[in-house]
């Protein structure tokens, strides 16, 4: 059993190892220059939710006579009170990680960590301490290329936003992945003028087409402008404002511009040439099935091995590294059930194949969907925007996916993961009672639309085997 782990990075990958290890009855140490929580407590998930909910409410208190409620009294974003939100939500769940390692007795060493052959890690400020495994959880960063005149002031990535001392008017968001769209929505409800700039046909392009379909649907509702079809290759700041061009052609201009174009792997300077760990095109550390590197007993954790992007991954990925390290039973990660939550307004929440994966896979598919609109509990809230689609096999009915969006997506689509997880049918959901009312409803009858006809849809003609004009 593997005595001391080492560390390096303090993220959901990092810090959620350090706490297991330690669990397990380990001596932990954990190497982290930044405070703990990494991107996804500093500038990520956490963040961005704030300002999400912030937002969500914001709409809501804007809809306030639609549900009979009289506020008098204008309605106004103070950007710094929201900042300071933040800051205070990142402040009280850091300090809560801090207890958490305290508690556990993992020794958290503040410097930046190097690999030294022989299993040996150099920290900053600290010298050189010897491991009997050692996990490399140092995560990712915003991407831009040459051409971006990033100053972090006008053309920023989302490192930087919470770092502003005010909003501009208007702003252009190169990209149209997860983080893009949920700033886009973000700012647009804060009152900027917003525009997208996507390279591609639409967003997000990994989401079922039916839910990236109402998310450009909601944008356009919102007045959100979504420039399809061409890469920006340049962004260049002037007196005027801040430009984008691809090929030298003008593609839009508006005061601030952010940059969401993906992430790249913090890899340089960490030590992986002298222990011989060569990194993939993409700049990421290759893992074996237990996250292990080419290099035994050193293992590569979240983001920096680029297997999935996201904070609950890269913590699950923790998990195994470390019963792996400590020689105990464990099983790889099935990776193709990891539940993707994207704060849009509304909320998505996905887990397992799209129609058209499960189609390019082979499967013979057939798919189920319910709007959110004809259920009696989304109108009561004044959310009726959405649905919900079940994939399924159509030889066997096993569940292949869930996808939804519409309010509280994020939380409704862990029926889904479970379900996945254990190989079920989607007769599964169909006869399992769901609590009315509720938007899990929604899961439901889109199981039930996927077996033939969904109890609150109109009857589809196929399904209407006693029809006598059918029968006749
Ligand atoms: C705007 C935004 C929103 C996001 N929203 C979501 C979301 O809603 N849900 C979700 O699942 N994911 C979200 N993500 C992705 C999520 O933040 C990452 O997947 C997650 O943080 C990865 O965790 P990690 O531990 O691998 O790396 P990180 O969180 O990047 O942490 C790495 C840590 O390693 C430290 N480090 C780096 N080099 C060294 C070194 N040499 N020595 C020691 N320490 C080092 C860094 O200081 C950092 O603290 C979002 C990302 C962004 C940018």
Same mark, same amino acid.
């Given at each position: 059993?593997?005595?001391?782990?080492?560390?390096?990075?303090?993220?959901?990958?990092?810090?959620?190892?350090?706490?297991? *290890?330690?669990?397990?009855?380990?001596?932990?140490?954990?190497?982290?220059?930044?405070?703990?929580?990494?991107?996804?407590?500093?500038?990520?998930?956490?963040?961005?939710?704030?300002?999400?909910?912030?937002?969500?409410?914001?709409?809501?208190?804007?809809?306030?006579?639609?549900?009979?409620?009289?506020?008098?009294?204008?309605?106004?974003?103070?950007?710094? =009170?929201? %900042?300071? %939100?933040?800051?205070?939500?990142?402040?009280?769940?850091?300090?809560?990680? =801090?207890?958490? @390692?305290?508690?556990?007795?993992?020794?958290?060493?503040?410097?930046?960590? %190097?690999?030294?052959?022989?299993?040996?890690?150099?920290?900053?400020?600290?010298?050189?301490?010897?491991?009997?495994?050692?996990?490399?959880?140092?995560?990712?960063?915003?991407?831009?290329?040459?051409?971006?005149?990033?100053?972090?002031?006008?053309?920023?990535?989302?490192?930087?936003?919470?770092?502003?001392?005010?909003?501009?008017?208007?702003?252009?968001?190169?990209?149209?992945?997860?983080?893009?769209?949920?700033?886009? /929505?973000? /700012?647009?409800?804060?009152?900027?003028?917003?525009?997208?700039?996507?390279?591609?046909?639409?967003?997000?392009?990994?989401?079922? %087409?039916?839910?990236?379909?109402?998310?450009?649907?909601?944008?356009?509702?919102?007045?959100?402008?979504?420039?399809?079809?061409? *890469?920006?290759?340049?962004?260049?700041?002037?007196?005027?404002?801040?430009?984008?061009?691809?090929? =030298?052609?003008? @593609?839009?201009?508006?005061?601030?511009?952010?940059?969401?174009?993906?992430?790249?792997?913090?890899?340089?300077?960490?030590?992986?040439?002298?222990?011989?760990?060569?990194?993939?095109?993409?700049?990421?550390?290759?893992?074996?099935?237990?996250?292990?590197?080419?290099?035994?007993?050193?293992?590569?954790?979240?983001?920096?091995?680029?297997?999935?992007?996201?904070?609950?991954?890269?913590?699950?990925?923790?998990?195994? *590294?470390?019963?792996?390290?400590?020689?105990?039973?464990?099983?790889?990660?099935?990776?193709?059930?990891?539940?993707?939550?994207? /704060? $849009?307004?509304?909320?998505?929440?996905?887990?397992?194949?799209?129609?058209?994966?499960?189609?390019?896979?082979?499967?013979?598919?057939?798919?189920?969907?319910?709007?959110?609109?004809?259920?009696?509990?989304?109108?009561?809230?004044?959310?009726?925007?959405? @649905?919900?689609?079940?994939?399924?096999?159509?030889? $066997?009915?096993?569940?292949?996916?869930?996808?939804?969006?519409?309010?509280?997506?994020?939380?409704?689509?862990?029926?889904?993961?479970?379900?996945?997880?254990?190989?079920?049918?989607?007769?599964?959901?169909?006869? $399992?009672?769901?609590?009315?009312?509720?938007?899990?409803?929604?899961?439901?009858? *889109?199981?039930?639309?996927?077996?033939?006809?969904?109890?609150?849809?109109?009857?589809?003609?196929?399904?209407?085997?006693?029809?006598?004009?059918?029968?006749?």
């Amino acid at each position: 059993m593997a005595r001391h782990i080492v560390v390096l990075g303090g993220g959901p990958a990092g810090y959620v190892a350090a706490s297991h *290890a330690a669990g397990l009855g380990c001596r932990v140490t954990l190497v982290d220059p930044k405070p703990l929580g990494g991107v996804c407590l500093n500038q990520g998930c956490i963040p961005t939710k704030v300002l999400v909910d912030s937002c969500s409410l914001l709409e809501k208190v804007k809809r306030a006579k639609d549900y009979g409620l009289r506020i008098d009294g204008e309605i106004s974003v103070d950007w710094s =009170d929201l %900042r300071q %939100r933040a800051s205070g939500v990142i402040s009280t769940v850091g300090d809560g990680l =801090d207890r958490l @390692m305290s508690n556990r007795d993992v020794a958290v060493l503040q410097g930046r960590g %190097r690999l030294l052959p022989g299993k040996r890690v150099a920290v900053e400020g600290y010298g050189t301490i010897e491991a009997d495994a050692i996990l490399v959880c140092t995560g990712s960063s915003a991407v831009w290329p040459a051409g971006f005149d990033l100053d972090r002031k006008r053309i920023a990535t989302s490192d930087d936003v919470l770092d502003w001392p005010t909003l501009p008017a208007s702003i252009l968001i190169v990209g149209a992945g997860l983080v893009s769209c949920e700033f886009a /929505f973000i /700012f647009r409800s804060l009152g900027l003028e917003v525009t997208i700039l996507s390279r591609g046909n639409g967003v997000m392009p990994f989401l079922d %087409r039916d839910l990236s379909s109402v998310v450009l649907r909601e944008m356009r509702k919102k007045g959100i402008t979504v420039q399809t079809g061409r *890469a920006v290759d340049r962004l260049a700041v002037s007196s005027r404002g801040v430009h984008a061009f691809a090929a =030298d052609e003008p @593609m839009g201009a508006a005061e601030r511009g952010l940059i969401a174009i993906g992430r790249m792997p913090n890899t340089h300077g960490i030590g992986l040439e002298e222990l011989g760990i060569a990194c993939s095109d993409k700049g990421h550390i290759p893992t074996d099935d237990y996250l292990q590197t080419s290099a035994e007993g050193v293992y590569a954790v979240g983001d920096v091995n680029g297997r999935a992007g996201l904070a609950h991954a890269a913590s699950a990925q923790a998990r195994v *590294a470390v019963d792996h390290a400590l020689g105990l039973t464990c099983e790889p990660l099935n990776e193709s059930i990891i539940p993707t939550a994207i /704060f $849009t307004m509304p909320e998505i929440g996905c887990v397992g194949l799209t129609e058209q994966a499960a189609r390019s896979q082979g499967h013979a598919v057939e798919c189920g969907s319910f709007d959110l609109r004809s259920l009696g509990r989304a109108h009561a809230m004044g959310e009726i925007s959405g @649905m919900a689609k079940v994939v399924a096999d159509k030889l $066997t009915h096993k569940l292949l996916g869930l996808h939804i969006i519409g309010a509280h997506a994020s939380e409704i689509v862990h029926e889904g993961a479970v379900l996945l997880q254990q190989g079920a049918s989607v007769k599964s959901i169909a006869s $399992t009672i769901h609590a009315h009312p509720t938007l899990s409803e929604a899961v439901l009858e *889109a199981a039930e639309d996927c077996l033939g006809q969904a109890t609150h849809k109109p009857l589809r003609r196929r399904a209407i085997v006693n029809d006598p004009v059918a029968v006749s």
